[in-house]
């Protein structure tokens, strides 16, 4: 049966905030504050933020500022050209989810990584990928940090992820973790990822029980760069409640999260006025 | 069975250009010139090259050069937001394949456009596509010229083609004309556009006798421009060898297609270097 959708108007404390949203722009101490203030549930911190510094302290601030982690970001990429590059992106895997449990983050964000310099095997990486995920994946459940594999648009297939399909990343799971009763192993499932996907209806209802996070932004037309020109929700063209009404139709229940990279418009912006908006368009768009 | 991969070092007289490759410095005349006279086997020219020229003449030149016409680029795009629009869209691409068949071309190339401006319904322009296709369908038959359905990368889900995943183009020839001895509806492989497709040797191998187009060039690590920046063969990281032997383990044996789009690039050279160089790489790359 499918889930009544969430009314999110007025409802800030459903939604969580990437802090790649704010750019990057002031200490996670300040944004924690900031995040709060504004009246999300929730937050999601990079690693560029958090490692090196007291993680004890960020992850009780952000408790006591009475937000959740909805993921942590993100995953060292993990194909490599040699084996003893391998196991170094695994070993920076791991410390990273104990990281991960410390801030106590619902999952970890995996951005797998894709083809090592001057290879062309896509099937290589993805096996390496795969071998990774099942080494992680006791650590993970016993952290009780879920591992959320999160499939990228088709234009990173190069660079940084050669898992791109939302159906490839639930094989993944079904192959490294079949018949879970409570998955540790799940997928992320990003608006501008997956829009264009005409699949996406069958695969978000396939994802039941293991959609770890959910994450929005837009597509904006036109697009002056792929990684680092995205939209508010609302500013382009994703059917972004068709989506979120296919998420929690699949019993999806967490937070739902603004991520926004955008080098050119909202990172030039105060955070707070990016929080205001986004806890607008939270209301209206999403 | 798959068939043995052909032997394309020397065979440039296996091999197409299409004229985008070569930035339309010149008049078709001369590019048609050019390509026979670096041995190439064929030829796919461009309705901006074609419409209010003297068709008939053309053609008559591209034969006389010995030149194939692996196929005619593109349709216009069909989805549009009122009933009008898209009619107009139909009527367009109905005069395009009257000018595919005067040209003697194997196929007319099927972009087929997505979103009319400010809607965000996908599966709308999805239905638009299906039902002109249906409704060319006959007409193309009737002229001897396949409509090949060309899904584009997701990058250009928004502007360019709602159609994106070769399964997609498959479920839609299938659709739209079931169990056809001798198709008149088929795909249009491109490498760029499906290279990353964690499906591609499934899909391929379905594609069986829908094959109408297969075309290479390179995806450049980085790209600076999705639309503009692709590479000559062997520049970029697509197996392309692995892509022929599946295109051609499926019985595809038509011209293979160079179509390079490299505004900063190819497109400044000198037309006949171009072709000097993207006859060696089909000799060593592709």
Known sequence: ??????ALSGRADLCSINTATLGFQRPLGEVIDAVARAGFGGIAPWRREVEGQDVAGLARQIREAGLKVSGYCRSTYIPAASKAGFRDNVAANRRALDDAARLGASCFVMVVGSLPQ???DLAGARAQVKE???ELLPHA???GVRLALEPLHPVYAAERS???LLSEALDWCEEIEPAAASPA???AIDAYHVWWDP?????????????AAFHVCDWLVPTSDVLNDRGMMGDGVIDLPGLRKLVEGAGYAGLVEAEIFSAQN??????EDTLDVARQRFSTCV
Chains 1, 2 share one sequence.
């Open 199 to 211: 699949n996406l209806a069958r695969d978000v209802g396939r994802a039941r029980g293991r959609i």
């Open 185 to 187: 192993l799940g997928v």
């Open 266 to 271: 909202w990172w030039k912006r105060p955070i």
């Open 162 to 164: 050669c898992l791109t």
């Open 141 to 143: 459940r016993q952290l």
């Open 118 to 120: 001057g290879s062309k």
């Open 1 to 6: 049966m499918a889930a009544e959708m969430r």
């Open 132 to 134: 990774a995920t099942a």
